[in-house]
């Protein structure tokens, strides 16, 4: 069944075909010098990119919903390098004063290198994680700062494995937090990928030198495969929580809560108990989506940690996330309650950040009168 949403989007693919075809005409002109071969060229470039979207959209295999979404940021992305073909254009003829033919043989000839100057990027982004730093602070008793590594949106699977792992772990070794929260979204739909290369391995290696506490996300619920996820996660030495609280230290208050997708979730305001309240202890929740904030801040938790939203992940949808989330990344104030949201340490769908990066969140956490 169609959504509004998928709507939007084949309305996007055309105006974005309708864009690039007069681009594409202009690089195959010297190679069919009949209007008419050029014309059934371009007809079945805008048939096989229609097509193969649609069948994206209806899931008809072979293709998936990551395919629709390759092609059409691929169709994107080579919109965005048209500008800097006519830049190119411009240099050649003011600067260098190079005649129209030479200009345009050099325009044909660095398309494709610009192009891919793209994805080379992409590709750097979203393999090349960075540590970003935070600070929270809290009012209520806290004896010693912690310091708190934030991961979210692993998406094990086939797209993140261990070498992803791998430098995690060497992150956190340098890093050395004294508390790892696992914001949700730690396999990618399905375990099989996970087990087929046995990342529990190099996931046990880090639950054996810090504390791990983690929630499951949407892309953990999809396939109903939660009991499969949550027994993994226990043999890699992962703690879950599903809509349950923990005392961590004897310091702070940890609650991880069900996503929201799932049914059975329970409200913020049942998931802090009396005890909870009267210890004056901070309380923070691991919340995978972030758009719930305000009710975890009205039920009195002190900070919120999430992930999700990868920050939009690639352009243009790191600006478009703005319209369908309230909160995308970084630090927030709400009310009494601080949220924070991590880009994520993976991906989704496609191999690319491009105007995000992966990331692992570190955050200081510590009372002003210390």
Known sequence: MFHYRILIAAGVLQIVLLLILPALHFLIKPLLTQKKWRFIILAVFWASCTAVWLA????????????????????????CTIPLIYILNIICRFIFRLPERTRHAIMRITALPLFSLWF?????????PRTVYYAATTHKTLTKPIKIALIADLHLGDLVGNRSLKRLNQILQTENPDLILLAGDIIDDTPDEYRRQNMGAELAKIAAKYPVYAVLGNHDNYRGVQA??????????????????????????LTGRRDKQEKKRLTPQK???ETMRQSNKPLIVIDHQPDKAQD????GFDIQVSGHTHAGQTFP???????FQPFVYGKYEIDNMQLFITSGYGLWGI????????????????????
């Open 120 to 128: 080379v990027w992409g590709i750097w982004a979203a393999y090349t």
């Open 351 to 370: 191999p690319l950040r491009i105007g995000t990066r992966a990331e692992v969140m570190m955050i200081d956490f510590s009372s002003p009168e210390r």
């Open 317 to 323: 949808a790191n600006y478009l996330i703005h319209l």
């Open 271 to 273: 998931l802090i108990s």
């Open 56 to 79: 994206s959209m209806w899931r008809i295999y072979p293709f998936s919903f990551r395919t629709g979404s390759a092609l059409l940021l691929t169709l994107i992305y080579a919109i």
């Open 296 to 299: 975890n801040a009205a039920a």
């Open 228 to 253: 499969e996820i949550e027994h993994d996660m226990q043999q890699a030495g992962v703690i879950l929580l599903r809509d349950e609280s923990v005392l961590f230290a004897d310091k702070i208050w």
